[in-house]
């Protein structure tokens, strides 16, 4: 399969342009609005559900997990990575999006990470490793022990990606992911993150070995192109490779919309995480 790191469209085009098929915030005219209801619905879920808040799994400020056990400890648990391009957000916004988990009987976990630019990639990618150790180790003390499907959306779906091989973790959902740090390092989400050669080759999950368990990669149609290609590409290579799991384009959802079919009990995420462990 031949595959090149830049799109065909990039050598023509202005900083402007390469720009904004990344800024998701100005793809999404009413962003800032989602981003507040999302933001004031995850303070209401997360003052029902303070029984396992705030555990540290590392020395740094944000290496922290959410743990929102189910009622039975070998329940499923769906391990959900927060986005912001590895620069922004926090852990604590997102817990409202795992109620669809919640209303089958599954646990959730939501770990922080440190952001760039006071974190490289590469240390993002390994804190990130560490939080799973934490997990398969404490988990079961805080009432999960069940199997693990590792999710993330935007930044957290490629660090969803780079943590599928984990010995914890049976299935992964990638959501809104990017699986190829090339583009990336030419546009304005560099002026923090400093990009390396080496990174891009070791942390790119297009570059990298296939994992072979099953891992569901989604999309909203309504996205920039860049980022449904992302997801598109990395499918059709890891369907070369033999490896499992749907491709999923969840129809006229945006960057933000997306993690809706997540939070319904029967939107297309559920189903899809519901689907990977009945596989």
Not at 14 to 27: K, M, P, S, V
Not at 57 to 63: A, I, K, S, T, V
Not at 101 to 129: C, K, M, N, R
Not at 170 to 192: F, H, Q, V, W
Request: aromatic letters at 8%; hydrophobic letters at 45%; glycine letters at 8%.
């Amino acid at each position: 399969m031949s595959y090149a790191p830049l799109p065909g469209f990039w050598a023509s085009a202005t900083q402007d342009e390469r720009d904004a098929c990344y800024d998701n915030n100005r793809a999404v005219p009413d962003s800032a609005a989602l981003i507040e209801a999302r933001n004031a619905a995850a303070a209401s879920f997360r003052a029902t559900h303070a029984g396992h808040l705030g555990l540290a799994y590392g020395p740094n400020e944000r290496n922290v997990w959410d743990l929102f056990p189910a009622a039975r400890a070998d329940a499923p648990c769906l391990v959900f990575i927060h986005g912001g391009y590895w620069q922004r957000n926090r852990r604590e916004d997102f817990c409202a999006f795992m109620a669809g988990a919640h209303a089958h009987g599954w646990a959730a976990a939501l770990p922080g990470y440190s952001l760039a630019p006071d974190a490289t990639l590469t240390q993002i990618v390994a804190e990130i490793i560490a939080a799973l150790d934490w997990l398969q180790e404490n988990g079961p003390k805080h009432g999960i022990a069940g199997r693990v499907i590792v999710s993330g959306w935007s930044a957290g779906g490629h660090l969803a990606a780079m943590a599928l091989g984990h010995p914890l973790v049976s299935a992964g959902l990638a959501i809104s992911g990017i699986y190829e740090l090339a583009p990336i390092r030419e546009t304005y989400l560099n002026e923090k993150l400093h990009l390396t050669e080496t990174e891009l080759a070791a942390l790119s999950p297009m570059r990298l070995p296939m994992v072979p368990k099953p891992l569901a990669i989604a999309y909203g149609t309504k996205e920039t192109r860049e980022l449904i290609r992302h997801s598109r590409d990395f499918h059709a290579a890891r369907a070369a490779a033999h490896c499992p799991g749907p491709l999923i384009p969840v129809p006229n959802a945006d960057h933000f919309r997306i993690l809706h079919a997540l939070e319904s009990p029967q939107g297309a995420l559920m189903r899809a995480a519901l689907d990977l462990l009945a596989a």
